[in-house]
């Protein structure tokens, strides 16, 4: 497994597993502590794992936490996604930059996503499972949401998006996300 640093984003790490195949599919390591420490993360901090499933063309988009904000490694275990980082850390050199990635189940490829970016994704395969690793137990008063379709951001999103939460569907921009 290869962690390779995102140089678009400052923190963002992108880990490169190596899937053995054969006849009877493959098995690929998704998780190394040693590697996540290689790169300065440390493996102990995460305590939350989530999933999520989405069908073609379902938008969950872009959301971050408020105060310390929340770390996460994010995986396609299944299907394909096409997955996407805005950097929102104002004391970031990399502030307000974006990076996209296509994350797939055949790949196994992790990003970790720093505390204080915004990360949401659309579901390009008729089924797409996104797995998660999580730094803080969750807080519902510290979710924040922005637009997916927020035109200073200009996402561009591969479908047209199918379906999405109303707390997506009502999110407020960018502008408006950064003055809370």
Same mark, same amino acid.
């Given at each position: 497994?290869?962690?390779?640093? /995102?140089?678009?984003?400052?923190?963002?790490?992108?880990?490169?597993?190596?899937?053995?195949?054969?006849?009877?599919?493959?098995?690929?390591?998704?998780?190394?502590?040693?590697?996540?420490?290689?790169?300065? =993360?440390?493996?102990?901090?995460?305590?939350?794992?989530? /999933?999520? *499933?989405?069908? *073609?063309?379902?938008?969950?988009?872009?959301?971050?936490?408020?105060?310390?904000?929340?770390?996460?490694?994010? *995986?396609?275990?299944?299907?394909? /996604?096409?997955?996407? /980082?805005?950097?929102?850390?104002?004391?970031?050199?990399?502030?307000?930059?974006?990076?996209?990635?296509?994350?797939?189940?055949?790949?196994?490829?992790?990003?970790?996503?720093?505390?204080?970016?915004?990360?949401?994704?659309?579901?390009?395969?008729?089924?797409?499972?996104?797995?998660?690793? =999580?730094?803080?137990?969750?807080?519902?008063?510290?979710?924040?949401? =922005?637009?997916?379709?927020?035109?200073?951001?200009? =996402?561009?999103?591969?479908?047209?998006?199918?379906?999405?939460?109303? *707390?997506?569907?009502?999110?407020?921009?960018?502008?408006?996300?950064?003055?809370?």
């Amino acid at each position: 497994m290869k962690a390779i640093p /995102v140089p678009a984003i400052s923190g963002l790490i992108l880990f490169q597993p190596t899937p053995h195949r054969d006849e009877r599919g493959f098995f690929s390591r998704t998780f190394d502590a040693d590697v996540a420490r290689s790169v300065g =993360i440390d493996p102990d901090a995460f305590v939350q794992d989530s /999933v999520s *499933r989405s069908v *073609r063309g379902v938008v969950r988009a872009m959301h971050l936490r408020s105060g310390a904000g929340e770390a996460k490694l994010v *995986r396609c275990s299944f299907g394909e /996604v096409f997955d996407v /980082v805005v950097d929102l850390r104002p004391e970031s050199p990399t502030f307000r930059a974006m990076e996209t990635f296509r994350l797939s189940g055949d790949t196994q490829v992790s990003i970790y996503i720093p505390a204080g970016c915004a990360h949401g994704f659309q579901a390009l395969s008729d089924i797409a499972d996104v797995s998660y690793r =999580i730094d803080r137990v969750h807080n519902p008063d510290e979710d924040v949401s =922005i637009a997916y379709n927020d035109l200073e951001l200009a =996402i561009p999103w591969p479908l047209p998006p199918t379906l999405m939460s109303e *707390r997506d569907k009502t999110a407020p921009s960018l502008a408006e996300a950064l003055q809370t």
